[in-house]
DNA sequence: TATTATTTTTAGGCTATTCTAAAAATAAAA
DNA sequence: TTTTATTTTTAGAATAGCCTAAAAATAATA
């Protein structure tokens, strides 16, 4: 149906539109490509063709619903396979980019479909983002920094911001990954450190691995 | 490192190899890859530069050592998904082919190394063709169909011949699948029919069903 | 508003892979 | 062995996706 190529325009587009309102200029989608803004023309105006896209010459680009559906429908098969190389492969949160970037391409319905089911319909990747739906709903996130909580509060862990592997092995010895439950139970406003509570135990962590847990509340 | 044409030219060279001795003529590529004998000239020489198989005009080729490893690999990889395929997302056995065709192509070793981990390092694939281990080296295949046995015989079950839909629901019904300890009680010579036992259960399966399974001893 | 800078597009090429049609080599048959 | 048939290769062209360089449109600045 698509090409590779085709899948990974849209996909990026879909992010820019996110991003910033409005039209996606032509600059924008070639720096993300890392591409050329000459080739992002071409491929622009192929997918206007086959009403992906609107196109106006000089004033960039805008999905169609269509468009939209395609794309969010990689973004959704990306996140899942993403799901899947973490919870049941055991790879690290900041290992499994590359490898579902190739996965994501991958054309069946009905794999996505058993493999949604396999991993449970999770709502959100290992790095916090929502998955879209089987219909190209993406959820608003509502996901926020650790930091942010107040004393008494707590939520979901989702995702990481930046995961250096020392990070992700800290995460790892206090019992912390997705879908952990986690509560404020103390915040010092001096230095922003917390206490928390994870499963019966817990801790201290300091303000900067606060600064580094997306929660979804 | 290699292209996904590169790549299936491969592997299907490596398979005509093994079906018959000696060089692997153009005309028997081009029928397997559904293409056209000069386009086969055009990739097979170009292989050749790379040093994956010996190419002598009009003689046919033969894979290299590196060639054959790569071959091996990419085939590695097919059957490894196909065992994913059903084994986990309960696909049957013969939906798989087309995606686990997709999905011998991803590039990450660390991630057949996991996915061959969790998979608790399966010697066959659904239908009953071993799977080549991380050197390339592929099992010289010994099943032969349950029809075969004799009396007291036993073996496991490593796939089916052919696979119509209801052929598998009635292996389901009966509780065989892939890994399936089966033992011939009994054998009738006039029609070929058995009586197996198969985990607690025995019963009766005519010599066609018995003519459709494959069994490793 | 005129000029300069930036962005975007067009024109023309390059590579990988495929194709068709014609030529060359090999194999089979008379 | 000569002729015919088959197989294989070469030559030339198409397509997708990318590139560079130059032209055109738009935006920013004087």
Redesign the pocket.
């Known amino acids: 149906m698509f ?4 899948e990974n325009y849209l996909k990026i587009i879909f992010h820019l539109e996110h991003e910033s309102q409005g039209e996606v ?4 989608i070639a720096e993300r490509m890392e ?12 997918l206007a063709e086959k009403k992906m896209l609107v ?1 106006k ?2 004033k ?1 680009t805008q999905l169609t619903e269509t468009g939209r559906k395609v794309a969010a429908d990689v973004i959704r098969k990306h996140r899942l396979w993403e799901v899947f190389l973490v919870e049941k492969l055991k790879f690290h949160w900041d290992e499994v980019h590359e490898i579902a970037e190739q996965l994501e391409h991958i054309q069946s319905e009905e794999l996505i479909i058993r493999l949604d089911k396999y991993l449970g319909s999770p709502q959100f990747d290992p790095h916090g983002d929502p998955i879209p739906d089987k219909n190209g709903v993406l959820k608003r996130t509502e996901k926020k920094l650790l930091s942010a909580l107040e004393k008494n509060q707590s939520g979901v862990c989702v995702g990481v911001k930046e995961s250096e592997p020392e990070f992700l092995q800290y995460l790892d010895k206090k019992k912390i990954s997705i879908g952990t439950k986690i509560k404020v139970l103390g915040k010092e406003f001096f230095d922003g450190s917390m206490i928390i509570l994870v499963g019966n135990d817990q801790f201290f962590i300091s303000h900067k691995i606060a600064e580094n847990l997306y929660i979804q509340t």
């Open positions: 090409t590779l190529a085709e200029s032509t600059n924008a591409t050329k803004p000459s080739s992002v023309t071409d491929m622009v105006q192929k196109y010459r000089y960039g």
